[in-house]
């Protein structure tokens, strides 16, 4: 195994006071542009929903009470699908807990929390709540897999969930099963053109490091070459071609900071080097999520949602989404090496369509700064990149279809969130890596 594609790795500070808590065990994920936070654990096990907008670098707090919401969460997942969260287990071990089917789903359109029952009227099998197991989207199912069950200790059921039909299906669960990854939590898992990878994490009280595929096609699972050294509490993504693999430790007490990369193709394992002055923290228990094309699967669709901190375009009486084209354009300012900046300019809400000012509310600093920025530029999004002293500006067009997502235009970014150590009464910890091909 070698080393190979530096990585440049960028603190992202709050920007405001207004941002959730440092945490661990927590789950996210991302949708048209936006990353979604819930739960997790800082002192206690923590019930709030956070929505972060990458293009207006902003944190929103959304509603996570009612009937049909989730309670306090450790240990879950979070997947998006078609405009809806589902989030799966991590509730507090209790009698109630343990024979309750943990299964929550969020509409991301209506900004709410939704019950999704299952098209059927025949009562089956249902997965029961876990902790630490994993979750993946493969075509219009969710995989999930493994986790630690109250009681039961380490469980090797692996499950499926069609969103068409709401219903569970258990594809295997035999404690005798050699075949495949066995009884496993604390592990990561990622999708990729019909398959499931699945790595490391905990067999009982052993660190794993072994590495395991699921076929949708053959059902079956299959062995691949070894990689990273024993790790729990990593995360997992899938970069183009490639598996990604961030911290995680031996054990809970010795976090690492190694990124390591999986080709599907090459079926060959690197360590990414970091670049000088680029320090990646230390992490486990945390959270790992990509933006952009790079980081899109290809068997998954994404649908554009007013709601998602990005205002539409009226023409002719329809809503349509900007298209933002990323280019290359000349260097205008630079204050200092070594960070990435992300600004964003939208249209202000006291500007009629020509840009003039039509109301008499005073303007702040930032609302006069993104006025300044839709004359010169237009409604767009500018990604200053100051490490490589490049600016990618985002023009505007307005797309002829109706089915576009801004969130495929923006430049790849993979956040890092949260994870232990965290720091108490602190934001929460989030880093953007952007690895050079």
């Not at 290359?328 to 960070?339: H, I, K, M, N, Q």
Request: aromatic share 10%; proline share 6%.
């Amino acid at each position: 195994m070698s080393q190979r594609n530096p990585s440049l790795w960028t603190r992202l500070p709050p920007r405001s006071s207004r941002s959730p808590c440092d945490r661990y065990k927590h789950a996210c994920c991302s949708h048209s542009g936006n990353v979604y936070v819930l739960g997790g654990r800082e002192s206690s096990c923590l019930r709030d929903f956070w929505r972060y907008s990458v293009v207006l670098d902003e944190w929103t707090e959304l509603n996570c009470t009612g009937e049909a919401a989730p309670e306090e969460l450790e240990g879950h997942t979070m997947v998006a699908h078609e405009g809806f969260l589902y989030v799966f287990g991590g509730l507090l071990d209790s009698a109630y807990s343990a024979c309750r089917c943990a299964l929550w789903v969020f509409d991301i359109a209506k900004q709410k929390w939704v019950r999704r029952q299952e098209k059927s009227s025949l009562q089956k099998l249902t997965p029961t709540n876990r902790k630490s197991h994993s979750a993946v989207v493969l075509g219009s199912a969710m995989l999930m897999y493994g986790g630690f069950v109250d009681m039961k200790g380490t469980s090797p059921d692996f499950w499926s969930l069609d969103f068409d039909t709401m219903a569970w299906s258990l594809l295997s669960g035999s404690q005798q099963d050699s075949l495949g990854p066995g009884p496993r939590h604390s592990h990561s898992a990622a999708a990729y053109q019909g398959c499931m990878y699945l790595f490391g994490g905990l067999k009982g009280l052993r660190e794993q490091r072994d590495f395991w595929k699921w076929s949708s096609s053959s059902h079956t699972w299959s062995s691949l070459r070894y990689g990273p050294p024993k790790l729990m509490g990593h995360s997992a993504v899938t970069y183009k071609d490639s598996m990604l693999i961030f911290g995680g430790g031996e054990t809970q007490d010795c976090p690492k900071n190694c990124l390591w990369m999986y080709s599907f193709i090459t079926q060959t394992w690197v360590q990414l080097t970091t670049l000088p002055g680029s320090s990646p923290p230390d992490k486990i228990h945390h959270c790992c999520t990509g933006l952009g094309l790079s980081y899109k699967p290809s068997s998954t669709s994404s649908s554009f949602c007013c709601d998602s901190g990005l205002r539409p375009r009226v023409m002719e009486g329809k809503l349509r989404p900007f298209k933002n084209k990323c280019v290359p354009v000349p260097r205008t300012f630079l204050e200092s090496d070594g960070a990435i900046e992300l600004k964003s300019f939208a249209p202000d809400k006291c500007l009629d369509r020509k840009g003039v000012r039509c109301c008499s509310e005073p303007q702040s600093s930032r609302e006069a700064f993104m006025e300044m920025g839709a004359q010169k530029t237009g409604s767009c999004l500018t990604f200053e990149n100051k490490a490589f002293r490049k600016t990618w500006s985002c023009s505007e067009e307005v797309l002829e279809d109706e089915d576009g997502d801004i969130a495929r235009h923006l430049p790849d970014l993979l956040l890092v969130l949260g994870g232990k150590p965290c720091t108490k009464t602190s934001p929460i910890s989030m880093w953007q890596v952007t690895l050079i091909d």
